[in-house]
């Protein structure tokens, strides 16, 4: 079963303008929350995170939301950038040392930023 | 600061042999994780060393294995290769110290079964 799902194989945004990515999950435990970014033949890089005891998290252009309600979460990319083309990673863990458990991941989307 | 290292990059086996993955983890990490991503089948979590110790396993048979040395580097063994291990492999490693601290991924070892 699909604990955590990215229902949006494919984003294509402008250049300056706000690419939103969704992920739902479906196990309550999960209690962090994170994104990654993949370019090909690379491995996935951190972008950025956020515990259950938040609805929000904000770093630069990035940011994550919570919807513990609705079990689902959303990263908001402003402005887009041609740099932000690759796909994107939703990703989650449960247990209090979440650090420390294994990671369930979504399929991915993968974001076209055009010029 | 260097990332996490795999090697090699790519690895060619046949049926049957065996193949190891080694997984060098950023400094002051002590956790190491391992993922399969197969074609078609996205990240799939494999184990968790933490300390020298295999602290989680996922839904893989017993003939993937591996270890972590005292310098937390890991080595990924796979036993009886079959055509479905084809697949990349990433290693991944975090500071086990504290809550809430994220998974940092290596470029993968690609390992393609003939």
């Known amino acids: 079963d699909q604990q955590v799902k990215q229902n949006s194989p494919s984003l294509s945004v402008q250049e300056g303008r706000i690419s939103i990515l969704n992920c739902d999950y479906t196990n309550s435990m999960f209690d962090y929350f994170l994104w990654y970014k993949k370019y090909p033949a690379e491995g996935p890089t951190f972008l950025i995170s956020i515990s259950s005891i938040k609805d929000k998290n904000e770093d630069g252009r990035f940011t994550v939301f919570l919807n513990k309600s609705a079990k689902h979460l959303s990263l908001h990319i402003v402005p887009s950038q041609p740099g932000d083309s690759a796909v994107y990673f939703c990703?989650?863990?449960?247990?209090?040392?979440?650090?420390?458990?294994?990671?369930?991941f979504g399929g991915g989307t993968r974001v076209l930023v055009k010029p | 600061e260097a990332g996490v290292t795999q090697s090699p990059t790519h690895l060619i086996k046949t049926r049957g042999q065996q193949a190891t993955l080694r997984c060098s983890p950023i400094?002051?990490?002590?956790?190491v994780y391992w993922y399969q991503q197969a074609l078609g089948l996205g990240l799939q979590f494999l184990l968790w060393y933490d300390e020298g110790e295999e602290r989680n396993r996922g839904n893989f048979p017993p003939r993937f294995s591996g270890r972590q040395f005292p310098n937390y580097s890991s080595e990924l063994n796979v036993n009886a290769l079959e055509l479905e291990d084809s697949a990349l492999y990433l290693c991944?490693?975090?500071?086990?110290?504290?809550?809430?601290?994220?998974?940092?991924f290596g470029d993968g070892t690609r390992l393609s079964i003939l």
């Open positions: 990703a989650a863990s449960a247990g209090a040392k979440a650090a420390g458990n294994k990671l369930t």
């Open positions: 400094s002051g990490h002590t956790s």
């Open positions: 991944a490693s975090s500071s086990g110290q504290s809550y809430g601290q994220p998974q940092h």
